[in-house]
């Protein structure tokens, strides 16, 4: 079945230090991607999408590339921010009515 | 301003006795659906609704009742809650269902069973 997998936080980094966040997935066919936010209190909210392959998402500075031979959607940062620490979210969705979130990934930044 | 609406957005409340959580949405999505979350399980869909009157189980959806007579509203009712539903619980709607359709979540609902 469709699945995504992610690592495991938290990731705690200093103030603008590179981030990355890996994140894989299985599914048939060709998935859109999504990384979602979540920040203290608050919902879930998109961050970026991909959907076709090669595509690349990006919002706020975070970017992430749809590569399909690696079955990969991970998410980076060339320098992140205090403001950054949250919890990120990798999901897919087919052509269906559910979309298949990871675990989530708490990333904390310190001054 | 396009939003999804929950509430309460905190409840305590005693195994047994019956609650609602409400959401509503004002964009006219055709999709809303319900999830909780868990430490160290992430998002699971409890049950999701294709349009009025349509709705579906999702992956955990033991415990719970929903209903879909308007397009906007689609509470999630608890008839006899216990401890294992303490959870962060979040509705979500979007236009669609699928492909590369977007998720508008609402603020989340806090709920404790004791």
């Known amino acids: 079945g469709n699945s995504v997998t992610q690592m495991e936080g938290p990731v705690t980094l200093s103030e603008e230090a590179f981030l990355t966040i890996n994140c894989t997935y299985t599914?048939?066919?060709?998935?859109?991607l999504f990384w979602y936010v979540q920040y203290p209190g608050e919902g879930l909210q998109l961050l970026l999408k991909a959907t076709k392959a090669d595509d690349k998402g990006s919002n706020k500075g975070f970017e992430a590339t749809y590569r399909k031979e690696t079955t990969s959607f991970h998410l980076e940062k060339g320098s992140v921010q205090v403001s950054d620490s949250a919890v990120y979210f990798c999901a897919l969705n087919r052509d269906t009515d559910k979309l298949i979130f990871g675990t989530g990934t708490r990333l904390q930044v310190f001054p | 301003e396009a939003q999804v609406t929950q509430n309460p957005r905190y409840l305590i409340t005693v195994t047994g006795k019956k609650l609602t959580v409400t959401c509503s949405q004002n964009?006219?999505?055709?999709?809303m659906s319900w999830y909780r979350q868990d430490p160290g399980l992430g998002l699971r869909q409890i049950y999701y609704?294709?349009?009025?009157?349509?709705?579906d189980k999702g992956d955990v959806p033991e415990g719970y009742k929903v209903s879909r007579k308007e397009k906007r509203n689609f509470p999630l009712i608890l008839e006899s809650p216990s401890p294992n539903q303490t959870s962060l619980y979040f509705c979500a709607s979007s236009l669609q269902p699928g492909g590369a359709n977007v998720l508008t979540f609402g603020a989340g609902s806090r709920l404790t069973v004791l």
């Open positions: 964009m006219n999505h055709e999709y």
């Open positions: 599914a048939t066919g060709y998935p859109s």
């Open positions: 609704s294709m349009n009025v009157e349509v709705t």
